[in-house]
T-cell receptor, first 114, second 118 residues
Framework: NAGVTQTPKFQVLKTGQSMTLQCAQD?????MSWYRQDPGMGLRLIHYSVGAGITDQGEVPNGYNVSRSTTEDFPLRLLSAAPSQTSVYFC?????????????FGPGTRLTVL | AQKITQTQPGMFVQEKEAVTLDCTYD???????LFWYKQPSSGEMIFLIYQGSYDEQNATEGRYSLNFQKARKSANLVISASQLGDSAMYFCAMREDAGGTSYGKLTFGQGTILTVHP
């Protein structure tokens, strides 16, 4: 199993550009989520999905869109990048239910917006 | 109010000694889970240990143990016999189980940087 994969690893954007961060998992997990990590702060939830076709907002959703057309993929879209979106982005997945639903994290995407 | 508080921005420990990383949490849910993750300088998030709110015994995983004090709402991570490779950022996180279903959403603390000296 590849686990959770993210592409690209690094990205530099100019203000106003758009891009999609890709996330895929091969563990048949229902739950997938996107977090961002800023210096001096823990991870904060952006959006999450409990299954194909179902998404919802997390703590910091503004400026980001998501969709979930398959169980495996959960892309994160930045429609008009802003410097405040400079961050490290982590995708995670887990089984939806169960007391012990460890979240498996991808390796992260480091995004810089100039 | 912060849901997860890690009051130690940085901690230092001598190799082979034990160290405790503090974590307090705030929730009104009866059912919740507490996690600790390790983030080395390479950046990946590594799961270490889990404690459920209904678990009566403290969780242990090898050199890691979780000192769970429910009444005080604390979930401190204890690393025994520290190794140089333990130097990393450590995050405490909580999952609140709204309606008895695990939605998997984690709330993270700000992290503690642990440095192990030889």
């Amino acid at each position: 199993n590849a686990g959770v994969t993210q592409t690209p690893k690094f990205q530099v954007l100019k203000t106003g550009q758009s891009m999609t961060l890709q996330c895929a998992q091969d563990m048949n997990h229902e739950y997938m989520s996107w977090y961002r990590q800023d210096p001096g702060m823990g991870l904060r939830l952006i959006h999450y999905s409990v299954g194909a076709g179902i998404t919802d907002q997390g703590e910091v959703p503004n400026g980001y869109n998501v969709s979930r057309s398959t169980t495996e993929d959960f892309p994160l879209r930045l429609l008009s990048a802003a410097p405040s979106q400079t961050s490290v982005y982590f995708c995670a997945s887990s089984y939806f239910q169960g007391a012990y639903n460890e979240q498996f994290f991808g390796p992260g995407t480091r995004l810089t917006v100039l | 109010a912060q849901k997860i508080t890690q009051t130690q921005p940085g901690m230092f420990v001598q190799e082979k000694e034990a160290v405790t990383l503090d974590c307090t949490y705030d929730t009104s849910d009866q059912s919740y889970g507490l996690f600790w993750y390790k983030q080395p300088s390479s950046g990946e998030m590594i799961f270490l240990i889990y404690q459920g709110s209904y678990d009566e015994q403290n969780a242990t995983e090898g050199r890691y143990s979780l000192n769970f004090q429910k009444a005080r709402k604390s979930a401190n991570l204890v690393i025994s016999a520290s190794q140089l490779g333990d130097s990393a950022m450590y995050f405490c996180a909580m999952r609140e189980d709204a309606g008895g279903t695990s939605y998997g959403k984690l709330t993270f603390g700000q992290g503690t940087i642990l440095t192990v000296h030889p």
